[in-house]
């Protein structure tokens, strides 16, 4: 598990550019991360790296709330 938890739910935008997930922190929280990158070399610069954007919720459906409202229920569950 990583600094930002496990990922639970995986989302796509739209377009498929952008990337969030709801993840398990490992105190049974769970927080909505918009999900890094990697360049095609395989390395990960700091401005691509997991970024935790809110959180903490007490449960995966309440933080699939939040996210589908901040994005106007755009986003397409992908997991």
Same mark, same amino acid.
């Given at each position: 598990?990583?600094? +930002?938890?496990?990922?639970?739910?995986? =989302?796509?935008?739209?377009?498929?550019?952008?990337? $969030?997930?709801?993840?398990?922190?490992?105190?049974?929280? =769970?927080?909505?991360?918009?999900?890094?990158?990697?360049? !095609?070399?395989?390395?990960? !610069?700091? $401005?691509?790296?997991?970024?935790?954007?809110?959180?903490? =919720?007490?449960? +995966?459906?309440?933080?699939?709330?939040?996210?589908?409202?901040? +994005?106007?229920? +755009?986003?397409?569950?992908?997991?």
């Amino acid at each position: 598990m990583n600094h +930002a938890g496990e990922p639970v739910r995986q =989302f796509v935008s739209p377009d498929g550019v952008m990337r $969030y997930s709801i993840r398990e922190r490992r105190d049974g929280l =769970f927080q909505i991360v918009h999900d890094g990158a990697t360049l !095609p070399d395989g390395s990960q !610069p700091y $401005y691509l790296v997991d970024r935790i954007v809110s959180g903490m =919720f007490a449960t +995966a459906d309440l933080a699939e709330e939040e996210m589908q409202r901040q +994005a106007s229920g +755009a986003w397409v569950r992908d997991r």
